[in-house]
């Protein structure tokens, strides 16, 4: 048996915050594979793993409309119950695919900095891809059970609060839990040693290696912002639940504050592109260029070498 709660709340916040991320993120990842597919040239194997976030994260804010209108009916899902589930497995593998390929650029990194002279460094693009292509495996098998969820006639609901202390744990929440916890910890390893290694070797006040250092640094940040509340809130109602809360209105605060958290985990699907913008003053200048904003740091001239040379800030480091 599970809790029903009555959604007042989310029925008022979560629409116009889901419109909202629908529609900034669909402009900056747009915005981002335009750059990627028709003007960063020649790619690189660390531009493979950029492009793949930036599709995880487009796919993700395509469904956004579809949540926006079911807390906009009160709860009440008009779609049918094949399009709920392909919803709900859209958001989950797309949130999942974004920290996944979040910690594959930490690494990409730290490999970069840690271990400059490793083969793993000097990939082809075609074995990034295929690299890629089987990250892309992780989160759509962790998140395939979706589809076959099983619904009431009104509810798209994939995460629902059970009386029973027995049922709290399930497949679902586990990945929910182990695709943000497993790529933090990574995510913090890879910083730490890039700043531990960059002080070794006293490469700090070099532009590129401090570079290097506020972009992993960018990354927890952005990763532990968006992603952190959510999980954090789910561990809470776990341990509400466990601990002998069975009371349904003892644990609404907390459903509602998970339901509104997990929104903000979309968020990070419109602050990723602001990591391409600012780890990169070629792709900096090619998306002032095509705003039609002033270039700044870089030269036309600097700019097409930089583009020749790999688009060096976003490829070698």
Not at 267 to 291: E, H, M, Q, T
Request: charged content about 10%.
């Amino acid at each position: 048996m599970e809790c029903s709660f009555n959604g007042t709340l989310l029925i008022s916040v979560l629409p116009p915050l889901l419109v909202t991320e629908f529609v900034l993120g669909l402009l900056t990842n747009g915005l981002a594979l335009w750059i990627f597919c028709y003007h960063q040239r020649p790619w690189k194997s660390s531009t493979v793993l950029l492009f793949n976030l930036a599709v995880a994260d487009f796919l993700l804010n395509l469904v956004l409309p579809l949540r926006a209108s079911y807390y906009g009916s009160e709860t009440v899902w008009l779609f049918g119950k094949h399009l709920c589930n392909i919803c709900l497995f859209m958001l989950a593998m797309n949130r999942s695919g974004s920290t996944f390929f979040l910690m594959a650029i930490a690494v990409d990194r730290y490999m970069r900095v840690v271990h400059p002279h490793h083969p793993i460094n000097s990939l082809s693009v075609g074995k990034a891809m295929l690299g890629a292509l089987g990250l892309w495996l992780v989160p759509i098998t962790m998140t395939a059970h979706i589809l076959t969820l099983q619904h009431n006639t009104t509810s798209c609901e994939s995460f629902m609060i059970p009386i029973d202390p027995q049922s709290i744990i399930s497949w679902h929440k586990f990945t929910f839990l182990f695709s943000f916890y497993m790529p933090l910890f990574v995510i913090l390893y890879c910083t730490f040693h890039i700043a531990g290694q960059l002080r070794r070797r006293q490469l700090t006040h070099q532009a590129k290696f401090r570079k290097a250092l506020y972009f992993i640094i960018g990354v927890v940040v952005l990763f532990i912002i968006c992603f952190l509340p959510s999980n954090v809130t789910l561990v809470l109602i776990w341990i509400k639940t466990v601990a002998g809360t069975h009371r349904c209105d003892a644990l609404e605060h907390l459903n509602n504050a998970f339901y509104i958290t997990i929104s903000l985990t979309y968020l990070n699907s419109v602050l990723d592109p602001l990591v391409y913008y600012f780890s990169s003053p070629v792709f900096k200048n090619i998306c002032r260029k095509a705003l039609r904003l002033p270039q700044t740091g870089i030269s036309e001239s600097a700019e097409r070498k930089a583009r020749e040379s790999g688009s060096q800030s976003l490829s070698r480091l």
